[in-house]
């Protein structure tokens, strides 16, 4: 069971997790139902698009970067199947959204004026912004 932890966590953050599993006698079945509970925040680009994954304590799982094609798309969000999926409007928003929801996932556009998060940030880049999509879900 370790092994699935670190694959996801760093050594201390998976050593607690196997402690509190231990604690709440969870089976390796129950504990990779939890950690599909997650949320990814996608801020789309025309070629590239960058995803970050949040566990529910908020803690980075993944940052990746892949490209705006469905085939990416679906291959990269594959291991987070019905997560709830944030992505803020763009050109590209709608055929994306449509497809999320297609494949399951429970998809949330933000619109890009109205979250202040994002446009008023000093520090603007493409991995932020997916971040902070992320942690408003």
Not at 11 to 27: C, F, I, Y
Not at 77 to 106: C, D, Q
Request: hydrophobic share 35%; aromatic share 4%.
């Amino acid at each position: 069971m370790l092994g699935i932890v670190r694959s996801q966590l760093d050594e201390k953050d998976g050593l607690a997790l196997v402690a509190r599993l231990t604690a709440r006698r969870l089976t390796v079945k129950q504990y990779d139902t939890e950690c599909k509970k997650v949320v990814i925040g996608i801020d789309l680009g025309d070629k590239f698009s960058h995803m970050c994954v949040l566990d529910v304590g908020g803690r980075k799982i993944e940052e990746s970067r892949l490209r705006t094609t469905k085939p990416a798309l679906q291959k990269g969000l594959a291991k987070y199947s019905g997560a709830r999926v944030i992505l803020e409007t763009s050109t590209h928003s709608p055929w994306i959204s449509r497809l999320l929801e297609e494949l399951g996932y429970e998809v949330v556009v933000a619109h890009a004026r109205r979250v202040r998060l994002i446009t008023q940030s000093d520090c603007k880049n493409d991995r932020r912004d997916a971040e902070q999509l992320a942690r408003l879900g």
